[in-house]
């Protein structure tokens, strides 16, 4: 019920009651009791400098334990749902279920800080509010028809979430400390507060929440967009179009949020249809330190949550020794998620006992708040006197339980105890590659012919743009064998042949519907209305879905959503797109934390595509090259897949075979620019309804060549021009499509074919430094038997190319003379 005013009151009074009331509801917070250890100072705002009656109700309700931020919101009926719930009674709170486990979160803390001394555990002792805070947002969750919480955190408080929230048993966790088999983990595996967890979670009316907390890296925030990807995910596999059911929590440190892009990246998808996951919640774990960093020099703010005050959504900070106040603003914030679909954050103020880890000593940095942290009583000790409550027979209890699981923990033998996969990833593999595990890709001619059909056909009275429509006439004639195809039929025919099958397809990436080259054209444009129509949405009723979405220009939060996504949908074809390959680097980290390592680390599979353009055509250093030579650097341990199909056909079996096969393993492929279109890289029909992907392409000679050249990508196409031009007989042209895992048995049957050849020459169009020259020059002279390999490529750069299109030309004209040893 909101506040009632006195009902006698002259419009003029009202007005200036409103007024007193807006200046507290807009600034309050500035001047609110945040932090338990006072070194947040008030903030002087002449607009609160006022007094009586209605001043001293709006600052009791504003500038209290609460600071609300919200009147940046410019929909009203948010900014008054806030008001109403910021002004209303709260709710009672259940403060012996808080106190609890305030008790558990410190003296779990404790029991590992005596028994496991030196080690590090990274304790959530004064932030302790964040166990009663995250069981009033899933509780809260589970009344609004949540059934699964998905959770990101980073190190801070992690193994206390683990056992208190996710429900996972102490033993478990003890075991990790307790090291009991160090060789199970060899050479891969990660550190314990990493790793993920499943459980249940028992809400405060009895029910229970399945709870998945999401593996992460050291990278701090690089899991945010991993857990927007993953819930949007499991939304899709419930059919919970409404959004209620999977709902998304992350946990966040103050210096990182305020810090690290990515928060900023991942928050921007939430309003973006195709990354909707109505919403999500957010805490900000704020102990007022970074490591060894002051806000002062973290954050060029007051808060570290103002990044989030760039998007339309709710802040709430609350002093972290109200947990009172605490459990209120969760159950808000949960419900204003709820109400509109719409992330919300807390920001939740707290300090931090010790130093960054437990090895390390804050006094150093810190010595006047450390002095103050040391005197100042644990949480659960303050609150159990604010309610008059003895707290010991609780500690002692839990002290306990956690000698119990100690005990336990000895016994317990080593095992991947934290993980519990869901059943849709029953027969999906990891592992190495096994040749059993090929299928057969081709489809038939008349599902071909039937998706040519179906990519012309639009609703009566579509106004389609006559580019479109010849395009598309074009590609009917393709489909039906009457024409080459080209890369983009390719891939709308690998599409539509597992959609019809009953593969879902997912691509997003920049401008991924027209696709950057035009090629793609996934979304037909209505020219009257703008109205869209996707041909491949709309091919059977029996279909599965496709969905093909623009992105917002992020790399790192786009890649880390769809590497999520793939996570919790093993059975789909999972892609995303880079506007140029090399500007995968900005998600560099999602890169090398999740796609290359994850399952090393925490032996999680995805399927994972990333389609990257590259290609030497004289567009300067920032549209050449999609690195190859980073991604081959990472591949080790058949990790992950490294490909460049030579040709559309080649692409269509490469996509396919991704879906197809069990084998579930990221793929990376360097995809066409000048050769999207180019009669030598398209395909004759039959090349898609026989035959599979082709991980070398042979010369198409008897074998007597006395020179073969190896090559991978378009220089494969330019040299067979080169070679057609000067009419030359002695020289074996081999394309390498799969570069990882290398196709060792291949390419050794192809140079051995070559029985006469005096040299093999590797050439690429990369600079010495970059390609995959330094990938396959050991595994060629492994192969040659003692045959001489050399290799032609640009010489070393600090950048990938050159700016100029003319030296671009001279520099290729030189390589393919090379190439032919002149
Ligand atoms: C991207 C990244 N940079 C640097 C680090 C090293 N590092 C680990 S924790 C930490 C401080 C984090 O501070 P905050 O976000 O406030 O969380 P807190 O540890 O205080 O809970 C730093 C700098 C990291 N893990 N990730």
Not at 286 to 303: C, E, H, Q, W, Y
Not at 345 to 355: F, T
Request: net charge negative; proline share 5%; aromatic share 8%.
């Amino acid at each position: 019920m909101i506040r009632e005013h006195a009902v006698a009151e002259s419009g003029a009074s009202a007005g200036a009651r409103e007024h007193v009331w807006d200046a507290f509801r807009r600034w309050g917070y500035l001047q609110a009791n945040l932090d338990p250890l006072g070194d947040l100072e008030p903030v002087a705002m002449p607009e609160l400098d006022v007094t009586g009656p209605e001043a001293d109700a709006a600052r009791r309700v504003y500038c209290g334990t609460v600071g609300a931020e919200f009147m940046h919101i410019p929909d009203r009926e948010r900014r008054l749902w806030v008001q109403e719930r910021m002004e209303s009674e709260a709710q009672e709170p259940d403060r012996a279920r808080i106190l609890d486990l305030l008790v558990r979160a410190e003296v779990f803390e404790q029991v590992l800080q005596t028994r496991y001394l030196g080690t590090k555990r990274y304790s959530l002792e004064g932030e302790a509010a964040l166990l009663p805070l995250l069981d009033s947002i899933l509780s809260a969750a589970v009344k609004q028809g949540a059934n699964k919480g998905m959770l990101a955190m980073s190190h801070r408080g992690r193994l206390n979430v683990m056992v208190q929230i996710v429900g996972r048993a102490a033993a478990e966790v003890f075991a990790r400390f307790e090291d009991v088999d160090p060789r199970s983990t060899m050479g891969s595996g990660d550190v314990k507060y990493h790793m993920g967890a499943t459980g249940d979670f028992r809400a405060a009316n009895g029910q229970t929440l399945s709870i998945h907390l999401v593996s992460n890296p050291s990278h701090l925030e690089a899991v945010d967009p991993v857990l927007m990807g993953r819930t949007r995910a499991k939304q899709m596999r419930r059919g919970d179009t409404g959004r209620k059911q999977v709902i998304a929590v992350a946990m966040h440190g103050d210096a990182a949020f305020a810090g690290q892009g990515i928060c900023a990246e991942t928050l921007n998808l939430c309003g973006v249809p195709g990354f909707n996951i109505g919403g999500s919640v957010h805490i900000i774990v704020n102990n007022l330190i970074g490591f060894t960093t002051v806000p002062r020099d973290a954050v060029s703010s007051r808060f570290s949550s103002d990044l989030a005050k760039r998007l339309a959504i709710p802040v709430f900070h609350v002093n972290a020794e109200d947990a009172d106040a605490v459990v209120g603003v969760g159950r808000i914030a949960l419900e204003y998620r709820y109400a509109f679909d719409s992330p919300a954050v807390i920001d939740l103020i707290g300090y931090r006992r010790h130093g960054h880890s437990e090895v390390d000593d804050p006094t150093i940095t810190q010595p006047i708040r450390y002095r103050k942290i040391e005197a100042h009583p644990p949480m659960w000790q303050i609150y159990a006197e604010q309610i008059g409550a003895d707290a010991e027979p609780i500690a002692q209890r839990v002290r306990e339980q956690l000698d119990a699981a100690q005990k336990e923990a000895r016994e317990i033998e080593q095992r991947p105890v934290m993980r519990r996969l869901p059943r849709y990833w029953g027969g999906f593999k990891g592992g190495k590659y096994d040749p059993s595990y090929e299928v057969d890709t081709a489809a038939p001619a008349e599902a071909m012919a039937a998706i040519g059909e179906s990519l012309v056909t639009y609703p009566e009275g579509f106004h389609i743009h006559p580019k479109v429509k010849k395009l598309l006439e074009q590609r009917l004639e393709m489909a039906q064998g009457k024409r080459p195809i080209d890369y983009g039929m390719a891939e709308a025919l690998a599409f539509g042949t597992l959609v019809l099958q009953g593969v879902p397809v997912r691509l997003s990436g920049q401008d991924s519907r027209r696709g950057t080259f035009n090629q793609r054209h996934a979304a037909l444009i209505d020219t009257e209305t703008e109205e869209e129509f996707v041909p491949l949405e709309h091919m059977a009723p029996d279909q599965a879905w496709c969905e093909i979405h623009n992105s917002p220009l992020s790399e790192a939060a786009v890649l880390g959503y769809e590497y999520g996504f793939s996570r919790d949908f093993p059975e789909a074809l999972v892609l995303w797109e880079a506007q140029f390959g090399d500007f995968a680097n900005g998600a560099q980290i999602i890169i090398d934390q999740f796609i290359s390592s994850s399952e090393d680390k925490w032996n999680l599979l995805s399927g994972v595509v990333l389609l990257l353009p590259h290609g030497y055509e004289g567009q300067g250093p920032e549209h050449s090259s999609a690195r190859i030579e980073r991604f081959l650097q990472l591949a080790a341990r058949d990790n992950m897949q490294i490909c460049q199909p030579s040709t559309a056909a080649q692409y269509f079996q490469l996509l396919r075979r991704q879906a197809m096969r069990m084998w579930r393993k990221p793929l990376v492929v360097f995809t066409p620019k000048s050769m999207l279109r180019h009669p030598a890289a398209s395909s004759q029909l039959a090349e898609f309804t026989s035959g599979r992907f082709q991980t070398v392409i042979p010369d198409r000679g008897d074998g007597s060549a006395p020179r073969v050249l190896l090559c991978t990508g378009k220089i494969g196409h330019e040299l067979m021009a080169e070679r057609k031009r000067r009419k030359n007989t002695s020289t074996a042209i081999v394309f390498v499509d799969q570069l990882y895992p290398f196709p060792e048995a291949e390419v050794a049957a192809e140079m051995d074919r070559h029985a006469n050849a005096r040299e093999f020459v590797w050439v690429q169009e990369e600079p010495g430094n970059m390609g995959a020259r330094e990938f396959m020059i050991p595994q060629l002279e492994r192969l040659a038997r003692g045959r001489v390999v050399l290799s032609v490529n640009r010489s070393e750069g600090a950048s990938p190319s050159t700016g100029s299109s003319k030296a671009h030309d001279m520099e290729q004209k030189t390589l393919l003379t090379l190439a032919f040893g002149f």
